[in-house]
């Protein structure tokens, strides 16, 4: 949900490219050449969409990019939440979790006997659903439970996940919300056929096996929403603003009390209802023939009936005649969040304002927000984002306040950068510089094919006619400085809600563990219908492999050659990406670090810091200089033709940068105040905190930072010194564009003016890392919902001979829906919502590897949680099919994947951290054609069962069962300063 800065270019010879490319209106055709069907095309569009639309209403989108052999899949239903029931909230959400577990072919052993049993199971809820007596309740659940057991012995679980991972499918997934249910996957091109089979049975009707199992997956996630307090201000904004309707009324999760009175016969009647081929649509961007494309999707989904699908209708809101406020409190940071009401996109020409305005106001670089709070550093951070859905939209605004200042504050300060846009006190060259961005941004999105599949979603969910899409850029070009007035006087005035989040305690409902019989998981078992899949060969790929050397050119600039320098074609844009790297970071010198930060807030002689974003925004160049732990990156990236004015710009900055002292003190503030945020953030209080504590002990890296005093009494003249010396060190030039590379190198060397003999790096701190030589368990207190528990234990150094080996065990084992952990404690037991364990090999040579475990569960599940998972690291199922399934999609994988680009780049650079000077995935390609489930089996014995662990806990103390913790290990409760080196109240001193 929260918004990140986005790269901004523009210039005018690209313009007249652009203009060119979208110029003319966008006229709508039917192809009659190219293809043998006829295809709906627009004119100028960059997506190049290939519109097709089935007899039976299934609509099809289309598009071709043959940069790898690879197609993001996505299949959207034109459904949500909005649609749920009034009495059955969460119901789109739980089906779109059912429809993972197969139907009477997938999945099913045998579904003659597993019928009865579901039958049995479906009309015991709707007995308990009219039930009130608790006793009564228990009963019939615990009935439900024992016939969920026998019922899921006819049942391969998973089978679906084993199918699509067997393809060679990545990022598999689902999401529901207010409008849409979407289902994801990223395939092989090769494999399409097949999938596309999978996927024409796994829709054509919904089996609600393993039903309870999966109820407690859903209740676990109610409870992690209301561990975030983002999710609690979201939800209670929209309850403010949508009185009626069910953006408001209801939330995509449900009810607790929905959620534990689930029915059955709903859920089947709302699949019946709504998964109809006249509102779904099969979108597919990659490495594809449309032609053969649509002969298989009318093959697999031709013959899906047309349903009559009802029509939404809502009671419209009444106006809103002053501001509804609200005060949340949780335990993390506290922050402001405003919600406008707005028209929907069923009023394009108001969506269309809507989105142009937003990034008049953020747009990460030049917006008024950008300038006019942020960068003067008057509050921690803000930014807004517009949600755009069909019947109505809302705009948001997030603030988060400094050090001593008010949440109203913060709201005052964003919502007076709307009053300036209804004042019209913005510069003329902001609206025409922001649709330049917009044009410039579709373009870039064009190379992703996930971009290009979202945009059909939304497209398709929206109801919107494509070519009114690929001219939505001409119509932005036509909205005036008179229409942004007017539109933001018109609506934005009191129609908004507010949430005031405080930092406090959490109370809220939580669900409580029920007693569960594990299912039968049948790893070993298969169906009919996956042996069928299996047998068809659609083929195998033949991968490609990086030849750094070859892709790489290497030379050198500077007088003496005294700068090494690398060179990579950009064959696909004009755009370039030009990187000095320093192999030094904040553990050379904290103070280096703090500098960098303090230059995201200065001027130069010449221009304020203001007037630097305006500069690099209208040359359409992203400047930055970023420091991590051991590298500092210098980057300029955006158009090419900006190439050299954006390098002298630069070079300017690091020559001529001026101190300003009220900006540092700012930034010391704004520091203690992120270090007093980080005391309250749960996920940097186990996998910061807690996990370097337990790698490094006392001495750990997240403990070193420039303590507060020191802070407070540095003079910024020093960081300043600092900036300007950073080119006196060592470094090295990474440059991707289109420029030859002599050019390139010319451009650079004309402004790149460095001495001759430049200067080592400071000495590097080092971290010992901590043998784990027994159990112990470090526990912090916090309040939240669940409970989170993250195993660690210290294996060997790096071994590039463990890669292939750690990479299958980690596919067949913990990482993935398909995986042996899932299975066991997610799906047979429903002991956790979140779970997984893997190998993770160092990504340096001469650095530990470490087995890591995780459960996110509730806290009366965690002991028996903690046991299954411990259980399952001393003895590792072995199962042959999964196993097979598991290396057949490891292997294909590979096989599929391209790196391309300046991806190229950072990849050697990896591969060398490791002592590596050759793509490594030839190498693991290799081995792992000849590893069996043997060879996993050895892996398991030399490298996972019998680790003693660090178990890292973070929970609420008035629930937790301390006596199982310490039968874990050595029990020892640490405070935030012990992990940190620095606590809230320290922080407030």
Not at 205 to 224: K, S
Not at 490 to 506: D, H, L, P, R, T
Not at 769 to 783: A, F, G, I, L, S
Not at 946 to 971: C, H, R
Request: net charge negative.
């Amino acid at each position: 949900m929260i918004s990140k800065n986005r790269t901004k270019w523009w210039n005018f010879t690209i313009l007249l490219l652009i203009l060119c490319f979208y110029g003319c209106k966008s006229n709508s055709n039917e192809t009659d050449n190219e293809y043998k069907h006829n295809f709906k095309t627009v004119d100028n569009d960059p997506y190049g969409a290939l519109i097709y639309k089935l007899d039976n209403g299934l609509k099809v989108y289309l598009s071709v990019n043959k940069k790898e052999p690879r197609i993001q899949t996505y299949i959207a239903v034109n459904t949500g939440s909005k649609q749920d029931p009034s009495d059955a909230t969460g119901l789109a959400h739980y089906l779109e979790h059912m429809l993972f577990k197969g139907t009477s072919k997938i999945g099913a052993l045998d579904w003659k006997d597993e019928k009865p049993y579901l039958d049995k199971i479906e009309n015991l809820y709707e007995e308990r659903r009219s039930t009130t007596d608790k006793q009564e309740r228990a009963k019939i659940y615990e009935s439900i439970d024992s016939l969920s057991y026998i019922a899921s012995g006819f049942v391969a679980t998973n089978e679906y996940d084993k199918i699509i991972s067997e393809l060679g499918a990545s990022g598999t997934n689902a999401y529901t919300s207010l409008e849409r249910t979407v289902y994801i996957n990223e395939i092989p091109s090769n494999e399409l056929d097949k999938w596309l089979q999978v996927e024409s049975e796994r829709f054509k009707e919904v089996v609600l096996r393993l039903f309870h199992t999966e109820l407690e997956a859903v209740y676990e996630e109610f409870n992690r929403s209301l561990d975030n307090d983002n999710s609690q201000a979201y939800y209670t904004v929209m309850k403010s603003l949508f009185k009626n309707h069910p953006y408001g009324t209801q939330t995509t999760i449900g009810t607790a009390e929905d959620l534990k009175n689930p029915s059955m016969k709903k859920i089947y009647e709302y699949f019946d209802q709504y998964y109809a081929a006249n509102n779904m649509a099969i979108i597919l961007s990659g490495d594809l023939d449309p032609d053969a494309t649509v002969d298989l999707i009318e093959k697999y989904f031709g013959g899906y009936p047309v349903k009559e699908v009802p029509e939404f209708t809502f009671t419209p809101e009444q106006p809103m005649v002053k501001p509804v406020e609200t005060i949340l409190t949780g335990p993390s940071s506290s922050f402001v969040e405003i919600g406008y009401r707005l028209p929907g996109s069923d009023s394009a020409r108001a969506a269309l304002k809507l989105e142009l305005l937003s990034y008049m106001l953020y747009n990460g670089q030049a917006g008024l927000l950008d300038l006019n709070v942020n960068q003067k550093q008057k509050v921690l951070t803000s930014y807004v984002f517009p949600m755009i859905n069909k019947d109505y939209s809302v705009f948001f605004m997030y603030g988060k306040p400094r050090d001593g200042q008010s949440l109203k504050q913060v709201q005052e300060l964003m919502q007076e950068q709307i009053d300036k846009v209804k004042k019209g006190e913005f510069e003329d060259w902001l609206m025409e510089a922001c649709v330049k961005n917009i044009k410039l941004e579709i373009m870039q999105s064009t190379e992703s094919n996930s971009s290009r599949g979202n945009a059909f979603v939304d497209a398709f969910i929206k109801q919107q006619n494509w070519e009114d899409v690929v001219s939505h850029i001409n119509e932005l070009d036509k909205i005036t400085k008179n229409d942004i007035i007017e539109f933001a006087n018109k609506y934005f005035n009191e129609n908004y809600a507010v949430v005031y989040k405080e930092q406090g305690a959490n109370k809220k409902e939580k669900f409580q563990k029920p007693k569960i019989t594990p299912i039968q998981v049948n790893r070993d078992a298969q169906s009919a219908f996956f042996a069928h899949i299996d047998s068809i060969s659609a083929g195998r790929l033949q991968p490609e492999f990086l030849d750094y050397k070859k892709l790489i050119a290497e030379a050198s600039l500077g007088t003496n050659g005294e700068i090494p320098f690398s060179y990579i074609e950009n064959k696909s844009n004009g755009l370039f990406s030009l990187n000095y790297i320093l192999d030094m970071g904040a553990y050379n010198d904290p103070e280096l670090a703090l500098a960098v930060t303090y230059l995201s807030y200065l001027g130069t002689e010449k221009y304020s810091a203001a007037d630097l974003q305006r500069e690099f925004f209208k040359l359409g160049l992203s400047f930055g200089v970023n420091s991590s732990d051991e590298r500092v990156y210098v980057t300029l990236s955006g158009l090419e033709e900006s190439l050299e004015p954006g390098i002298k710009l630069f070079e300017e900055i690091l020559e001529t940068v001026v101190p300003d002292q009220q900006a540092y003190d700012n930034l010391v503030n704004d520091i203690l105040k992120a270090r007093y945020d980080q005391t309250l953030d749960k996920s940097q209080i186990l996998r910061v905190g807690l996990a370097q504590f337990a790698k490094y002990g006392e001495d750990s890296p997240v403990k070193y930072h420039i303590p507060e005093s020191k802070l407070k009494s540095l003079k910024p003249e020093l960081l300043i010194e600092k900036i300007k010396s950073l080119t006196s060190y060592k470094h090295r030039i990474f440059y991707y564009g289109q420029l030859p590379m002599n050019a390139a190198k010319k451009a650079i060397e004309q402004y790149h003016k460095v001495d001759t003999n430049l200067k080592s790096y400071p000495a590097k701190k080092m971290f010992d890392e901590m043998p784990t030589d027994k159990n112990m368990v470090y526990y912090v207190d916090y309040d939240m919902a669940q409970t989170e528990i993250l195993m660690l234990s210290r294996g060997q150094e790096f071994d590039v001979e463990l890669l292939a080996p750690s990479s299958l065990f980690n596919q067949y084992f913990g990482a993935g829906l398909s995986s042996v952990v899932f299975q066991e404690i997610r799906e047979s037991k429903a002991l956790a919502y979140s779970t997984y364990s893997y190998y993770a090999n160092a990504a340096e040579k001469g650095k530990h590897n470490y087995v890591i475990a995780y459960i996110g569960t509730q806290v009366d599940k965690l002991p028996e949680a903690t046991s299954a998972m411990l259980s399952l690291m001393n003895e590792m199922p072995q199962a042959q099919i999964q196993f097979d399934a598991a290396k057949t999609s490891a292997l294909k994988s590979i096989e599929s994947n391209r790196v391309v680009g300046p991806a190229i780049f950072w990849s050697y650079e990896a591969a060398k951290k490791r002592g590596i000077d050759y793509d490594i995935n030839e190498k693991i390609y290799t081995e792992l054609k000849n590893i069996d489930l043997n060879h996993i089996n050895q892996f398991f014995q030399n490298n996972i069962k019998g680790n003693k662990y660090d178990f890292l806990v973070i929970g609420p103390k008035d629930k937790m069962d301390f006596a199982s913790l310490q039968e874990l290990g050595t029990f020892k409760e640490l405070s935030i300063k012990d992990i940190f080196g620095y606590d809230s109240k320290s922080l407030k001193q």
